[in-house]
């Protein structure tokens, strides 16, 4: 294909030649239009054909021809192109504001715009001063309202698929089979003269060996070092010497905090370090039963190697040196003083968090893990004391969205992350058990928030097989933020620990509160009326078993 050069800058066809504007209308110049003249000069051609520069230098550079293209479309495309780029506009703002007005959009959008509408019996018969104090005007007035029906008939199906089943114990044999190195370990008896659970361990190592060489704790955070750093340093000031050999002192906790998060556990383990009789782990949170000890330190992160359990048993070695430090007094020697010091340990994961069984144990039971945390903690400490804080689970998933959301915080986008966890949890408890679902490791990653934490009762009625309820004492935030020194002596009492004298006392009471909500966080406000209705709804039957369970209405989060 041959192109006029001069005069037909956007290069059209010898056969359409004649139909250019250009070259045909009032401005043709037949002199410079070599194709009319018939002159030899050299057209430009592209169908794969060498282009002579000749031909390239005489095409000359005119800003009004770059429009000529325009108008040698066809009148009937033109108008065609036209006529339907207006149709389509027409179309579109029709479809949005008569679709938006009704309700009738093709794609459902979580977010409804327009004016708040207050609806009592959503706000569970809460009371005008209820609601001022709890929720302030928003600046952009945006409300979920229309939510509501829908997702309401979520929480129905889940309520109706809601049994509350209790599990089969493993035997003692089975769970030897899963951990033969912990149950090698962690002897059957322990210290008759010390309350904490504790025993002596030969250590083969000599004075040039690290003891904390292959600890992972050490390996893995920075911020343990500097602990071990000083372990190592007074290491074998600590052995017992007996007989040629050298013996150290290794102890496991008296007592766990075993829950939930962002339920208070922060402020009750800081007010009980104070105690003078109690000590903690070197970390408040080893998370070793329910991660480390499977090789988890961000499940997102994939596996890393097991932590052994004589890394765990490392993070009590200062309060383990306090300890023998009594048994090793002349009073203990002569009198035969009992050691009251006791240990703590407060991972908030304890009570709910098995999400790592899928990966380590045969999947035979329909979904529902064959063993839980409880059955080996149960399996080495029989005696074991165990205190839960809860709080109201609604306040509770809010408060765990503030503190784990990373980015574009809100309440519109925690009520359609509720909202897309709600609809997955349903998914689940069609086709499994109730267990199955809370215990399932692809749901809980899946959820974009939180919600199994917030069921309470059905940990609870796990970690009742295996413990007795004298064992268990449950606290509530609520409770321990209107009166500190209340809980305390309830948490006093069940540790058995002994009398404090008023300054040691209002020391423990009187301390600000620990892990209070981050100020950026207090100024995205309260969550909205409509997403609060839709968790009530969702845990108020999870609220009222455990009202049951434990003769207390309180549970029931009726005020809250």
Not at 88 to 96: E, G, K, Q, W
Not at 172 to 184: A, D, G, T
Not at 269 to 291: G, M, N, Q
């Amino acid at each position: 294909m041959s192109y006029c050069i001069n005069c037909c800058i956007h290069l059209l066809p010898n056969d359409l030649h004649r139909h250019c504007f250009r070259c045909c209308g009032p401005r043709h110049n037949n002199q410079k239009c070599p194709v009319c003249k018939g002159e030899n000069k050299v057209p430009l051609y592209t169908d794969s054909k060498q282009m002579k520069l000749l031909a390239v230098l005489e095409v000359r550079t005119d800003h009004s021809e770059s429009w000529n293209g325009f108008f040698c479309l066809r009148k009937g495309k033109l108008c065609s192109l036209i006529f339907g780029l207006i149709i389509m506009t027409l179309v579109m703002a029709s479809y949005i504001l008569t679709g938006a007005k009704h309700g009738l959009l093709l794609i459902p959008s979580p977010f409804h715009y327009g004016a708040f509408i207050s609806n009592p019996s959503l706000m569970d018969n809460e009371s005008l001063s209820d609601m001022k104090d709890h929720y302030q005007p928003s600046k952009i007035n945006i409300s979920y309202v229309k939510d509501y029906p829908s997702i309401k008939l979520i929480i129905d199906t889940i309520t109706s698929k809601i049994e509350f089943i209790t599990r089969q114990r493993p035997d003692l044999e089975e769970l030897r089979k899963q951990e033969p190195h912990m149950f090698s370990v962690i002897p059957n008896k322990f210290l008759p003269n010390s309350k904490n659970p504790c025993w002596y361990e030969e250590y083969r190592g000599n004075t040039t060996t690290d003891p904390y060489a292959t600890n992972s704790y050490a390996l893995y955070s920075r911020r343990f070092r500097i602990i071990f750093d000083y372990l190592r340093k007074v290491f074998w000031n600590h052995l017992y010497h007996y007989k040629d050999k050298h013996y150290r002192l290794r102890c496991l906790p008296h007592f766990y905090i075993i829950g939930q998060p962002k339920c208070g556990t922060t402020d009750l383990y800081d007010r009980l370090r104070l105690h003078p009789d109690v000590r903690f782990s070197a970390i408040k949170e080893p998370h070793w039963w329910t991660r480390k000890r499977f090789g988890i330190i961000r499940l997102r992160d994939g596996f890393h190697n097991r932590y052994p359990v004589e890394d765990y048993l490392d993070l009590f070695d200062l309060a383990a040196h306090q300890i023998q430090g009594v048994l090793q007094s002349e009073a203990a020697k002569e009198h035969g003083e009992m050691n009251n010091i006791i240990i703590g340990e407060a991972s908030a994961s304890t009570m709910w968090d098995n999400n790592a069984w899928i990966f380590f144990y045969d999947n035979s039971t329909e979904g529902e893990p064959p063993f839980l945390i409880q059955d080996f903690l149960h399996a080495f400490q029989p005696n074991a004391k165990l205190i839960i804080m809860l709080r109201d689970p609604v306040e509770r998933l809010y408060s765990d969205y503030l503190y784990f959301a990373s980015a574009n915080k809100s309440a519109e986008d925690f009520h359609e992350k509720v909202a897309e966890s709600l609809q997955l949890f349903e998914n689940c408890v069609l086709d499994y058990s109730l267990r199955a679902c809370v215990y399932n490791n692809t749901l809980n990653n899946a959820m974009p928030v939180r919600l199994q934490v917030g069921l309470y009762v059905v940990y609870l009625l796990d970690w009742l097989t295996v413990f007795d309820k004298d064992q268990i004492l449950v606290l509530r935030l609520e409770d321990h933020a209107s009166s500190v020194k209340y809980t305390m002596h309830m948490v006093f009492q069940f540790l058995d620990l002994g009398p404090l004298s008023e300054k040691q006392e209002a020391l423990i009471t009187k301390s600000p509160a620990s892990n209070t909500r981050r100020p950026e966080d207090r100024n995205l406000g309260p969550m909205l009326p409509t997403t609060r209705a839709i968790l009530k709804d969702f845990y108020r039957p999870f609220n009222t078993k455990l009202a049951q369970v434990l003769f207390d209405d309180a549970f029931l989060w009726k005020r809250t």
